[in-house]
């Protein structure tokens, strides 16, 4: 949660000081949001045996389905190409693989056993049978955040963060009187 925490931050940051206004978020309009909401709750709901995974499946389906309903919006390619790439190293192993080494750099050790006894659909410890570890939480990113992560988890961050700033500084068409005092003409400014 820590990653998507600093990546909206950050992205309202970046937004602030590139001349965007908070305003331009709140008229964002997006489509099939009830799919991405429950799509996020899904990823927290962890049943036991091959429920974990279907409802996992489901998931990413659900935002998939946001995504691309989404798609003319600038940074939601990235979003839907983030999705797609934590879809397929999930679909193919059976769950995300997290190598050890992994959780030693971002010192979550402690999850190791967790791992071991519990791991599902979610995250389990990666082991040889697994494939595409490039794309499994292979980045480490230690204390204070704790987390490993993976590429298509950046892809996705870079997504959110450019929805974010494209959308406060999104122009917006205001009323303006055209040369001869006609109001009706519209002209881009900033908002």
Do not use: C
Request: proline share 6%.
């Amino acid at each position: 949660m820590a990653p998507v925490i600093i990546t909206v931050v950050l992205a309202v940051g970046i937004g602030l000081l590139t001349g965007g206004r908070l305003s331009g978020l709140s008229a964002m309009r997006f489509r099939l949001v009830p799919a991405a909401l429950a799509g996020l709750l899904l990823q927290f709901l962890v049943p036991s045996g091959i429920w974990q995974q279907v409802l996992l499946l489901a998931s990413f389906l659900l935002l998939s389905a946001f995504a691309v309903a989404n798609i003319k919006i600038p940074g939601f390619t990235l979003i839907l190409a983030g999705i797609v790439m934590n879809f397929l190293v999930i679909g193919v192993n059976a769950g995300m693989p997290v190598p050890r080494w992994s959780l030693e750099r971002s010192d979550q050790i402690q999850e190791l056993e967790f791992l071991i006894e519990h791991g599902g659909a979610k995250h389990h410890l990666a082991n040889e049978e697994d494939t595409l570890m490039f794309l499994a939480d292979v980045i480490p990113l230690p204390s204070p955040i704790r987390q490993s992560v993976s590429a298509g988890d950046v892809v996705t961050y870079a997504g959110v963060a450019y929805v974010i700033v494209a959308g406060m500084r999104r122009k917006r068409a205001i009323e303006t009187p055209d040369p001869e005092g006609n109001v009706g003409a519209e002209a881009p400014q900033r908002g």
